[in-house]
């Protein structure tokens, strides 16, 4: 049985990815025993991951709590749906994101739609952990931004935090809700140390976050990306030029809202993403603002992501692959040409 412990928030501090994802494990953990972590290499005896993000927890709750499990994807995904629909609230680890493929029947086929065949009577409360990002020499198989496949499945949500203290208040969310949830970790923002989160504080899922307030330009990203905006946005500023930068922290469902109002003010849009540009994220968020704000627009949007390729093993080219800093700024100054 589940034993509830209300969680009081406590003062931020700095901390990097890796520790604010333990952290809203470890939070969420203490305060419902119906929390488990599976996956390989999770528990302690294995080093807590290929990161160390669950370091600790297995020593701290057990086990049978905390399970590494063998290197099947497919049998961790079936095993925490199981899980999840008898009542559990399973986070299992698929430790990158190019291997959610192998379990993409049990993500796609029965974890997402179980809510809907079962006519609302079945949850799958969920949450698939895994980590990409190109950057590291780690080659096609092992870098990619999956987020779209997912963004276009019904019954997923879909978050990617760019920051320790959303990745942990999404977490904490993502564990609270009764549907599965894809929870994405940036590979090169992990170390990252930055303004912790409020300990016990959830961040609701669908909410962005206004990074920045501007007036000219409206810059939307997410996970990993954000970085490279913040840095051009804060350039820019030394020029005159005012970025209003919407990190979307959740993908699917992304805050309309929130960007409709943001395009509505500036008349300019540039989306920003390390997924290839085709077939996006950022071509939804373009369809959606160019329909609904028709007319309003003072430029073409533009879109910015990676060529359609595998992810390059070569250093050079992999660099060229990236769309960083030079790319979103060349978008930018092409709305206000």
């Not at 986070?91 to 959610?100: G, H, P, Q, R, S």
């Not at 019954?155 to 977490?171: C, E, T």
């Not at 005159?240 to 008349?267: C, H, N, Q, Y």
Request: proline content about 5%; hydrophobic content about 50%.
């Amino acid at each position: 049985m589940s034993q509830a412990v209300k969680l009081e928030p406590a003062p931020a501090v700095k901390m990097n990815v890796v520790q604010a994802v333990n952290a809203a494990l470890d939070d969420a953990m203490a305060a419902d025993t119906n929390v488990i972590v599976l996956g390989e290499d999770v528990a302690d005896g294995q080093e807590g991951g290929v990161c160390g993000v669950t370091k600790g927890l297995s020593s701290k709750y057990g086990t049978s709590r905390v399970r590494s499990t063998p290197i099947s994807e497919q049998a961790i995904m079936g095993a925490a749906i199981g899980a999840a629909i008898v009542g559990m609230r399973p986070v299992a680890e698929i430790m990158l994101m190019n291997f959610t493929t192998v379990a993409m029947d049990m993500i796609v086929n029965h974890a997402a739609k179980l809510r809907f065949m079962s006519g609302g009577q079945t949850h799958v409360p969920l949450v698939i952990r895994t980590l990409t990002g190109a950057g590291m020499g780690s080659g096609g198989q092992h870098s990619d931004y999956l987020e779209a496949w997912f963004a276009h499945t019904a019954g997923i949500k879909v978050v990617a935090p760019s920051n320790p203290a959303d990745a942990y208040g999404l977490m904490l969310a993502a564990i609270a809700d009764n549907d599965p949830v894809i929870f994405i970790e940036h590979l090169l923002s992990y170390w990252t140390p930055a303004e912790g989160p409020v300990r016990g504080q959830a961040i609701p899922l669908g909410k962005a976050r206004i990074a920045r307030a501007g007036t000219d330009v409206t810059l939307v990203s997410y996970s990993g990306t954000v970085l490279h905006a913040q840095a051009v946005a804060d350039r820019l500023a030394d020029h005159g030029i005012s970025i209003e930068l919407i990190d979307l922290r959740t993908v699917s469902p992304w805050d309309k809202p929130a960007v409709l109002a943001s395009v509505a003010k500036t008349g300019r849009l540039v989306v920003a993403h390390e997924a290839v540009r085709s077939f996006g994220v950022g071509a939804e968020i373009a369809a959606t603002v160019a329909e609904e704000l028709h007319g309003k627009l003072k430029s073409a949007i533009r879109r910015v992501g990676a060529v359609n390729a595998p992810v390059p093993f070569s250093k050079p080219l992999e660099t060229a692959f990236i769309p960083g800093e030079a790319a979103i700024e060349a978008a930018i100054r092409a709305t206000l040409a």
